[in-house]
């Protein structure tokens, strides 16, 4: 019978599941960064189910593949595991510069000198456009023989029942060769040894072509030629091409090659598109999958590419899982929550008592005209979650109870403490962002109940004031950063009742607020990345950089200073004894200092620090008045 040049099927069909360009996804930002080395793969080759749609049995390569200590689905006939890698380039430049041609056949030079059982492999080339959530690739399942080898095809060869070579493969699942002697009838593992007297190849086949075996057989035939290691000019020997259906089939092959000591080798295997060309494929993940999935991810992406050069040691994940509590949702309130939405902090609370006015969205970024009348903090909260659907956000109506304004109703009053308490207990960071001293002070008492990170933010004309209030403990009050309240030698008193409109409204330049805003979220932010956290020094840096007490601007000059307050020991807000009574008496104390105008002066012991400074006056005006006459000055 006359020879024909054997034809050959693809070798396999790549199938990539969109868990796969996720997890790659995940991988580029949080691991590999600005490398691109080879990744190690696997994946599953399921050669029992393949669709008439296709030539050759189909690999799945998804999520899981990047796992690969992980020995699922487990080895059978129908399914195998194969091993692969994928090259993630850092630019699409890079991807399409890559020498493909040269790339293909060092994955099959290395194939060549691999044992016959373990010339499978896929490799994959990709560049992923993370802000598109586009990805770009290529598979590649590298086939080769010698440019000297010659493969023909004579007769059929005589075997009518393939049954017992599936059961062979079938107990064998990492093998994809094995050899058969007639005269004994019995099948035996591949060696080199007994491949240069085999007579009888026996290969598992991918193809789902009639009579058309899948181009690997190209590997296993070239490591069959080498493997017999003779000088013979032609090796003639049956090949049985072995499939899970009843299309399995055997031919009489003939290997024929000129020159043993030419090594160089035909290589192929990248795959063709849907169009059956040559050319990479590419795949928009915004189209196929839910959209808030994508969002979940490139929200944060920012943030990652921090960690690629700038700065690889950031702790995101701990910005990302703080809860924090905004106290005011104006002017401040809106610029710090975009801040801290910025940073990728997801779970805010917004806490106001005003509506949204006309004259508020303008300087106030997360309302609009329709919001008018509408309650700030829900109104804000309500913002947020469009900007970012994912965000746990919480709106909150609420009075806060303002030192200097006695109590009109105690049972509401009551219940609004109770609340204020429960959110400040459940929350890692407080903001106090309100527009008057009065209504700072008791969350700053809570705050340092709570042992809470408390971030203050306060207006100017033309400047601002930031600072983070120190935390008592019981010890080392010498170091201990004051709060907003220990400059004061007061009790702050009501600073809200017969006020002209100008005194009513904030009236600002209208950059001040996102340059406070901003710093304070900065500050919270370098805060979270020192290990002491809130008790760190002054003179401590985190990974970011300083953690300044007080930073005041000054618009009128374009100044900022750093300052430092120790705390003081008869604050009306952070002294022991101010927090002390709080810890043990709760409402009761709140609801003191509310109705009574000294307590917390008696309290805190400003009560006597008044006395001494008022005696130290009559002591200087009782002195001048005994030198009265004599000039002080020469």
Not at 262 to 284: F, H, R, Y
Not at 365 to 390: C, H, Q, T, V, W
Not at 463 to 476: C, D, E, Q, T
Request: proline letters at 4%; a negative charge.
């Amino acid at each position: 019978m006359s020879q024909s040049t054997m034809k050959f099927a693809s070798p396999l069909h790549s199938f990539l599941d969109v868990s796969f360009f996720q997890e790659l996804a995940r991988l580029k930002l949080d691991v590999l960064k600005l490398q691109s080395q080879e990744v190690p793969l696997w994946a599953s080759l399921d050669l029992k189910h393949i669709p008439k749609a296709i030539n050759s049995a189909p690999i799945t390569i998804d999520k899981q593949s990047f796992d690969t200590d992980n020995v699922l689905p487990k080895l059978n006939n129908e399914q195998l595991r194969i091993e692969g890698t994928i090259t993630n380039f850092n630019t699409f430049e890079q991807f399409k510069e890559l020498d493909k041609q040269n790339f293909l056949e060092e994955k099959a030079r290395k194939l060549q000198n691999k044992d016959i059982n373990k010339v499978v492999e896929f490799h994959i080339i990709s560049f992923a456009d993370l802000k598109k959530y586009k990805f770009f690739y290529w598979v590649c399942i590298p086939c080769f023989e010698p440019k000297n080898l010659q493969i023909t095809v004579g007769g059929p060869a005589k075997i009518t029942d393939y049954t017992k070579f599936q059961e062979w493969f079938a107990l064998h699942p990492t093998q994809w060769v094995c050899l058969f002697n007639g005269e004994k009838d019995e099948l035996n593992e591949y060696s080199v040894a007994s491949a240069k007297s085999a007579k009888t190849l026996i290969v598992r086949d991918s193809s789902n072509i009639m009579g058309t075996p899948s181009a690997l057989a190209k590997n296993f035939l070239s490591k069959f030629v080498e493997d017999r290691g003779i000088d013979e000019r032609d090796i003639n020997v049956n090949v049985l091409f072995i499939r899970c259906n009843s299309t399995s089939f055997g031919v009489k092959v003939t290997l024929s090659h000129d020159d043993k000591k030419d090594t160089s080798l035909k290589a192929n295997g990248w795959e063709k598109n849907l169009q059956g060309k040559l050319i990479p494929k590419v795949i928009d993940l915004s189209d196929l999958i839910d959209p808030l999935k994508v969002v979940d991810q490139a929200v944060d992406l920012n943030l990652k590419l921090m960690k690629w050069r700038l700065v690889p040691d950031i702790n995101l994940d701990i910005i990302k899982e703080s809860k924090v509590l905004l106290l005011g949702s104006g002017t401040l309130g809106c610029y710090v929550a975009r801040t801290l939405m910025a940073w990728g902090v997801r779970k805010i609370t917004l806490v106001d008592n005003g509506t949204v006015s006309y004259s508020n969205p303008v300087r106030q970024p997360l309302f609009e005209y329709n919001d008018y009348g509408k309650p700030k903090s829900e109104a804000a909260a309500a913002a947020l979650k469009r900007i970012f659907p994912l965000m746990d956000v919480s709106g909150v109506q609420l009075n806060v109870s303002m030192i200097g304004h006695p109590i009109a109703n105690e049972e509401r009053e009551e219940l609004e403490y109770e609340k204020l308490k429960e959110l400040i207990r459940t929350h890692d960071a407080i903001f106090l962002l309100m527009d008057s001293r009065e209504t700072r002070w008791f969350p700053t008492v809570m705050g340092n109940v709570e042992g809470k990170i408390v971030i203050n933010a306060a207006l100017g004309f033309d400047s601002y004031l930031v600072m983070r209030h120190g935390n008592y403990s019981g010890n080392n009050e010498e170091e201990r950063l004051g709060c907003y309240f220990c400059n004061d030698v007061m009790v702050p008193t009501d600073s809200l009742t017969d006020r002209t409109l100008d005194e009513m409204c904030t009236v600002t330049r209208p950059g001040v607020a996102l340059m406070a805003a901003s710093q304070a979220v900065e500050l919270f932010v370098s805060i979270l990345q020192h290990k002491s956290k809130n008790d760190a020094g002054i003179h401590e840096t985190s990974i970011l950089g300083e953690l300044p007490h007080q930073v005041r601007g000054f618009l009128n000059n374009f100044t900022t200073l750093k300052l430092k307050m120790p705390a003081y020991k008869h604050c009306s807000a952070c002294s022991p004894a101010i927090i002390e009574a709080c810890k043990e008496n709760g409402w009761s104390f709140l609801k003191e200092a509310l109705n009574n105008a000294d307590y917390i002066e008696q309290l805190s012991g400003l009560e006597d620090i008044k006395k001494e400074i008022e005696n130290i006056d009559d002591g200087v005006f009782e002195w001048m008045d005994e030198d009265e006459g004599e000039e002080l000055i020469q």
